[in-house]
């Protein structure tokens, strides 16, 4: 589902109440699914956006700006010890008050799950080692593993503050957070292959013949086409093999949710429409697509 969340008591009256309202950081990245937007119900606002200003930050950590892999591990340990002192309840560090103090908020009030959060940070952690080992994925195992922690936290954590527990939904939330994580590193890899990311599995390169030599520089050979639809069509049926979910949901969260679906599979249309072209060229959601999504989500 996407960086998403919980439940519970009325708003706290503790001096945690002003730094919550200030929603835990605005949402100012691109992204292609709405977060914490009007159709999310307004009590559950909150502790979305806690819970995405806690992943987008850990992310820019990971990802952002020049810091060699030893400070940005370094930096990693240091907000995951924020993440346990708060869960502890006690404060944080300076550095990230401005995130770790409404999501201790968000934890008291709705009792989220604080290792979903820590496998968030697992995860980001595991991106800089490769990154720095240059080292991709050696099979969909692997990819799968690392989706486990870096995207499915996200949909159980919504599920929670939803107050949906149950095994099916929780498989079928895992399997749109996939969905959205692979959609995602598809959309990316003009973005990523530079950057030394590389998340197209080796044994899936092996079965189509794509040259590690010709992906990292980025041609689109008939190799790499076939290699990269392939790819997209494996997040397309993860996608609508969790779709069944939205109707688990009532009212605005069903509605958000259909938005998140609809926006992971417009851009695997585009992925697709470029004919691996995205080595090279980064498809992006625009308004007229947004209207394309609300009419698929209508007819959900």
């Known amino acids: 589902m996407n960086p998403e969340n919980r439940s519970s008591p009325a708003p706290s009256a503790t001096p945690l109440a002003a730094p919550a309202a200030q929603a835990a950081a605005a949402v100012t990245h691109y992204e292609n699914f709405p977060v914490a937007s009007l159709l999310c119900p307004p009590r559950l606002r909150p502790p979305i956006r806690a819970i995405y200003a806690f992943a987008r930050t850990a992310d820019d950590i990971a990802d952002e700006g020049d810091a060699p892999p ?5 930096d990693l340990a240091a907000f995951e010890a924020d993440l346990q002192a708060v869960a502890q309840g006690h404060a944080p560090s300076e550095r990230w008050e401005t995130v770790f103090l409404p999501l ?11 290792n979903l959060l820590a496998d968030l940070l697992s995860a980001f952690a595991q991106d800089v080692e490769k990154t ?38 929780l498989q079928q939330s895992d399997a749109i957070c996939t969905a959205l994580q692979l959609a995602n590193f598809w959309q990316d890899l003009s973005v990523d292959i530079p950057r030394g990311r590389h998340y197209l599995p080796r044994a ?6 794509a040259r590690q030599a010709e992906l990292l520089a980025r041609q689109t050979t008939p190799q790499n086409a076939r290699l990269i639809q392939d790819s997209a069509d494996w997040a397309r049926a993860l996608m609508v093999q969790g779709a069944p979910l939205v109707h688990r949901l009532p009212g605005r969260m069903g509605w958000e949710l259909r938005l998140v679906v609809q926006g992971g599979l417009r851009i695997l249309d585009k992925v697709d429409a470029l004919q691996g072209g995205s080595l090279h060229t980064r498809p992006r ?5 947004w209207i ?4 698929r989500a209508v007819a959900m």
């Not at 030893?70 to 370094?74: D, K, S, V």
């Not at 899936?204 to 013949?209: H, I, L, R």
């Open 132 to 169: 720095r080992d240059a080292e991709g994925y050696a099979d969909r195992a692997e990819l799968l593993d690392y989706c486990r922690r870096s995207a499915n936290p996200v949909g159980r954590l919504l599920l929670h503050l939803y107050g949906v527990s149950d095994a099916q939904a």
């Open 292 to 295: 394309v999504m609300l009419a």
């Open 204 to 209: 899936d390169c092996a079965a189509y013949g």
């Open 70 to 74: 030893a400070q940005r591990l370094q």
């Open 285 to 289: 959601l625009h308004a007229p697509d």
């Open 104 to 114: 201790r908020a968000m934890i008291e009030q709705h009792q989220l799950p604080v």
